[in-house]
């Protein structure tokens, strides 16, 4: 098990920036794929933003064009650099390791609220 420490989150208003970052305890952040999620109040967890081992990324539709995914494989962090936030990007942020079957790793989630 790999453990993943989030931090970066807080209260920003709406048009403001945050960045997130989620460091992995072990060096299989190197060749794992990593992922950013997201969970508001009553709703059901989805996938933010997603970077494979090899650097390729994936966005939702909700946030492309204004969040940016990437990672640091020598501090083994990936960080999600989030601009123009709106008030419906509030909500608690995951950070996920994952590779093959025998890692699928959760931090313990930072909060993210924006204010109109």
């Known amino acids: 098990q790999v453990q993943l420490v989030e931090s970066g989150g807080g209260l920003v208003q709406a048009g403001g920036s945050l960045r997130l970052s989620c460091a992995a305890s072990g ?3 190197r060749i794992s ?3 950013w999620y997201r969970q508001a ?3 059901q967890r ?3 933003a997603t970077i494979t081992s090899r650097g390729s ?3 939702a539709d909700s946030v492309k064009g204004r969040f ?3 990672r640091d494989n020598g501090k083994f962090t990936v960080y999600l650099q989030m601009n123009s936030l709106k008030p419906e990007d509030t909500a608690v942020y995951y950070c996920n390791l994952r590779r093959g079957t025998t ?3 959760w931090g313990q989630g930072t909060q993210v609220t924006v204010s109109s």
Do not use: R
Request: glycine residues 10%; without cysteine.
């Open 57 to 59: 990324t994936n966005y």
């Open 27 to 29: 060096s299989i952040f």
């Open 103 to 105: 890692y699928d790793d």
């Open 46 to 48: 989805e996938v933010v």
């Open 68 to 70: 940016t995914i990437s």
């Open 41 to 43: 109040p009553g709703k």
């Open 33 to 35: 794929d990593m992922g």
